[in-house]
């Protein structure tokens, strides 16, 4: 036949890398645009995004209430108020020390600067005072060189302020919303998909499960080492001890890079407030306490939720961090888990019943259904797919909620 021909000439396993190729090329499309569409949606994508982390943070709280008797709009404002009032204290406590313990810092690095200079001049180096302070007009000019690029900065952060504000009221609408009606926006969602509900149903509840984990996990890991090396530096009686921790409590979501970062500010200060015996001391009591999270927590409270070589931990964070900046780098990680742990549910189906003839003679027993991951707004499994493999309610219609 005509149409045989044009195959013939070409040798299978062309072919087939030819079709593999076309394949990669339209999904390499799809994908550049669906990440140009989110680019130009950033002031609403990002929101969400952070949204949807702090609802899989909170919810455990909402749902304790609710289980409690509490009705759902009271249990999420209750919520969402015990959140806003953790945030307001540890702000309230970062901002009072660093009032109370700015200016001994700036003494004692005054201090620890003269004892440097000498120690250059009387130590083993010997240099002349000219030379010091020849490098020191260097670093002064330097950063005197920088001050047009950080006062332009200063005013290009001042004109977002008005974005960064509204883009902190849509993440608060949207947590609460998720927190309340999680389970009738799910099931409104699910009625778009028809026949493939029950798969998109799985996919979404193992998404869901996957994320809680990683951001519970997170969080209490953050919180530790937050809190240890706290302690440290209070300890040491290093300045601003309280700013520090929170800093690195937060430079912890960051896989490999935050810590570093975080570690950096932290041993800077310490060598300038107390010298480069407590400076040392504290880079091996950090460096200790990371491998103990590494090796111990991590695998224990949050690798089995996502059981990531960090070959591709590092892949996600180099490329949330190209898109997105830090808040990619953030949001790289549990977005990589979440598509590891959605696609096979969404590309598999339920095995199919057997014929009624087969089940008059023998009844089979049906393996046991394991129960989905609750999701916000509702308890587990109420929106899940029916036994027969047919698509089950898609959501119970909200009359809990308000």
Known sequence: MLSDRPTKLVPPVLAKIAAWSLCLILTGVVVFYFVQVIAR??????????ALLLTALLYPMTRSLRQAGMRPIYATWLTMIAALAVLAGTGWLVGARATDEFPNLVKQVQATVGDVQEWLVTGPLHLQQTQITQYFNEVVALIEAQRTAITGTVLTAGAVAVEVLASIVLLLFVTFFLLKDGDRIWGWFLKGFGRMSPRVDRAGRAAWSTLSHYVQGSVLVAAV????????????????????AVLIFLASFIPIVGIFFAGTVATLVTLGAKGIVYALIFVGILVVEQQLENHVLQPLIVGRALKFHPLAIILALSVG???????????AVP????IYRALPELMTDLPALPPPSMVAVAPPVAPPVAAGPELP????????????GKPGAAGRSGADSE
């Open 335 to 338: 977005v990589a888990a979440v």
């Open 321 to 331: 961090g190209i898109l997105a900046g830090i808040a990619g780098a953030v949001v």
């Open 225 to 244: 080492h937050g809190v240890v090396m706290g302690i440290v530096l209070a300890g040491m009686g290093v300045p601003l001890w309280a700013p520090l």
């Open 377 to 388: 707004g509702g308890p587990a499994g109420s929106q899940g797919p029916a036994d027969d």
């Open 41 to 50: 949606l950033s002031f609403v994508v990002l929101p969400v995004a952070i």
